[in-house]
T-cell receptor, first 112, second 112 residues
C-alpha cells in the first residue's frame, strides 16, 4: 500500500515570505500526484496535478506553483505568501481503481 | 453550478441513531462516487466507494446511489460518538488525471 509523506506538519509564515512544501510517495507506481488546499470553512480545492516528471497542470490562477523533479516527489512553492494562502495543504495520489484519492497527513499553513 | 453539493450541516444525531448524509452532483456522465471522513485537523480518509445504482453496505455504513436523480447518500447505522467528523462526498466527473471533485462536506456530531 502507498504512503505519502508531507512535511512540515504545521507552518507559520509571515506575509511576503517564500514557501516550499514537499510531498514524497512510496509504494505506488501510479505517477499521478495532486496538491489540494482546504481553506477554513471551505471544501477541498484542487490546485495542481501532475501526470509525470516535469508535467504540471494548474487548476486555478494563484500565487502558488508546483514542480515534479522526481517521479515520487511533488513540491508546492510560493515566492511571496499572501494571507489568503493560509489553509490545509494536502498531497494525494490515486489508489485502488485509480479514481479515488489517497491523502497525505497534510501541512497546516498559517500566513500572518 | 457546483459540481458536487452537500448540506454543510451541522447534523446532530443521538448515539445509536441513523445518520443520513446527502450529496448531489451535476455531471450525468459521472461514474465513481466516494465518501471520505475527515476528523478535525486530520486529512480525509476514504470510507466508501460506489459505482453502480443501488446500495452498498460495509459494516455500519451504507452508500446509496441513484444516477437518474444524480444523488448519492451515506447512511451510518448505530451512530457512535467516534463517528463525529466531517463527511466529504467526492465524484469522478470526467476522464483524465483531473477528475475528482469534492463537496464542501457535512459536519456530523453524534451526541452521547
Amino acid at each position: 500500500s502507498q504512503t505519502i509523506h508531507q512535511w512540515p506538519a504545521t507552518l507559520v509564515q509571515p506575509v511576503g515570505s517564500p514557501l516550499s512544501l514537499e510531498c514524497t510517495v512510496e509504494g505506488t507506481s501510479n505517477p499521478n500526484l495532486y496538491w489540494y488546499r482546504q481553506a477554513a470553512g471551505r471544501g477541498l480545492q484542487l490546485l495542481f496535478y501532475s501526470v509525470g516528471i516535469g508535467q504540471i497542470s494548474s487548476e486555478v490562477p494563484q500565487n502558488l506553483s508546483a514542480s515534479r523533479p522526481q517521479d515520487r516527489q511533488f513540491i508546492l512553492s510560493s515566492k511571496k505568501l499572501l494571507l489568503s494562502d493560509s489553509g490545509f495543504y494536502l498531497c494525494a495520489c490515486p489508489t485502488g481503481t485509480g479514481y479515488e484519492a489517497f491523502f497525505g497527513q497534510g501541512t497546516r499553513l498559517t500566513v500572518v | 453550478q457546483k459540481e458536487v453539493e452537500q448540506n454543510s450541516g451541522p447534523l446532530s444525531v443521538p448515539e445509536g441513531a441513523i445518520a443520513s448524509l446527502n450529496c448531489t452532483y451535476s455531471d450525468r456522465g459521472s461514474q465513481s462516487f466516494f465518501w471520505y471522513r475527515q476528523y478535525s485537523g486530520k486529512s480525509p480518509e476514504l470510507i466508501m466507494s460506489i459505482y453502480s445504482n443501488g446500495d452498498k453496505e460495509d459494516g455500519r455504513f451504507t452508500a446509496q446511489l441513484n444516477k437518474a436523480s444524480q444523488y448519492v447518500s451515506l447512511l451510518i447505522r448505530d451512530s457512535q460518538p467516534s463517528d463525529s467528523a466531517t463527511y466529504l462526498c467526492a465524484v469522478n466527473i470526467r476522464t483524465g488525471a483531473n477528475n475528482l471533485f469534492f463537496g464542501t462536506g457535512t459536519r456530523l456530531t453524534v451526541i452521547p
